[in-house]
Nanobody, 133 residues
Framework: QVQLAESGGGSAQAGGSLRLSCAVS????????LAWFRQAPEKEREVVAT???????TYLESVKGRFTISSDKDEIIMYLQMNGLKPEDTAMYYC???????????????????????????WGHGTQVTVSS
């Protein structure tokens, strides 16, 4: 059974940095499509960044140049380095994995599309990020 566990959330001042981690366990193939989502109170959930096993990445426009997504392929750990934090980054952050079934042959560079199209992702429990001005 695939499980995801986030860590690294917390509080920071505007302009500060935080690093989130997402450990993926029970994943039995080398191809994957992972993502960070976030949801602020009374706002819709949004995709922050995606990454596949070829290290192809995509970013939400508002975090480009400030956030960096990466992954450790050997142990499948995903990271989100968040620099230049802003109060509007305050949200619950979730990591998600596209079901292994859909990416058995890789993503062909379509990880972002898979994240947005499929509804049966595997989710972590979330970690809170709070940025004060």
């Amino acid at each position: 059974q695939v499980q995801l566990a986030e860590s690294g959330g917390g509080s920071a001042q505007a302009g500060g940095s935080l690093r989130l981690s997402c450990a993926v366990s029970g994943y039995e193939q080398s191809t994957y499509c992972l993502a960070w989502f976030r949801q602020a109170p009374e706002k819709e959930r949004e995709v922050v960044a995606t990454i596949d096993d070829r290290s192809r990445t995509t970013y939400l426009e508002s975090v480009k140049g400030r956030f960096t997504i990466s992954s450790d392929k050997d142990e499948i750990i995903m990271y989100l380095q968040m620099n230049g934090l802003k109060p509007e980054d305050t949200a619950m952050y979730y990591c998600a994995a596209v079901s292994p079934f859909y990416v058995q042959s890789g993503t062909s560079g379509h990880c972002d599309l898979y994240i947005r199209s499929f509804g049966d992702h595997i989710w972590g429990h979330g970690t809170q990020v709070t940025v004060s001005s």
